[in-house]
């Protein structure tokens, strides 16, 4: 049980695109999930706090309208790196919440802006 | 500033020997206490997680939380060369679902 899916688990894309990244409880209802971002051997950094219909929690320096963020049902949680830079290239990563504070997290999704 | 700390290592265990790994926090109200394996290039897999004082264990692993001394610990019996991972701890944060994030301890069971 507690299975998370990111989709996809790799994706290259050009300067000024945006990219659409999904992340899906596949066996339990999640009201909470969480991006976090992790750059080669540092460690994970969370970015944002999604909850189930209403409107995600961003941390302090993530700017939310780069990375725009949507919960609308509670098996799926969005992320979109929009107008992406090469800054941008990293590893991101998705939980959700199943009881009280346990996370268990999706494979990650590994996006190299050229 | 809530803070989850952990030696960075690497640390080096032979083959067979026991594992132990370590970690303080700062938050006095925090209840609820996790390890997570991390293998290289890939995602957090959660492996323990630990509530109240004493021992937990699990197949070789074994939690030990001392919420007097704001300490847990992790000890991994029998390594095996697969355990070589970087552990990170993490701990709930009171106000919301959110947990703090040791930077990780690098593990390396050597054959």
């Not at chain 1, 051997?41 to 725009?68: H, R």
């Not at chain 1, 009280?100 to 050229?114: C, H, I, S």
């Not at chain 2, 074994?62 to 847990?72: F, G, P, R």
């Amino acid at each position: 049980g507690a299975v998370v899916s990111q989709h996809p688990s790799w994706v290259i894309c050009k300067s000024g695109t945006s990219v659409k990244i999904e992340c899906r409880s596949l066996d339990f209802q999640a009201t909470t999930m969480f991006w976090y971002r992790q750059f080669p051997k540092q460690s994970l950094m969370l970015m944002a706090t999604s909850n189930e219909g209403s409107k995600a929690t961003y941390e302090q320096g993530v700017e939310k309208d780069k990375f725009l963020i949507n919960h609308a049902s509670l098996t799926l949680s969005t992320l979109t790196v929009t107008s992406a830079h090469p800054e941008d290239s990293s590893f991101y990563i998705c939980s959700a919440r199943l009881l009280e504070y346990e996370q268990f997290f999706g494979p990650g999704t590994r996006l190299t802006v050229l | 500033q809530k803070e989850v700390e952990q030696n960075s290592g690497p640390l080096s265990v032979p083959e067979g020997a026991i594992a132990s790994l370590n970690c303080t926090y700062s938050d006095r109200v925090s209840q609820s206490f996790f390890w997570y394996r991390q293998y290289s290039g890939k995602s957090p897999e959660l492996i323990m997680s630990i509530y109240s004082n004493g021992d937990k264990e699990d197949g070789r692993f074994t939690a030990q939380l001392n919420k007097a001394s704001q300490y847990v610990s992790l000890l991994i019996r029998d390594s095996q060369p697969s355990d070589s991972a970087t552990y990170l701890c993490a701990v709930n944060l009171a106000s919301n679902y959110q947990l703090i994030w040791g930077a990780g301890t690098k593990l390396i069971i050597k054959p």
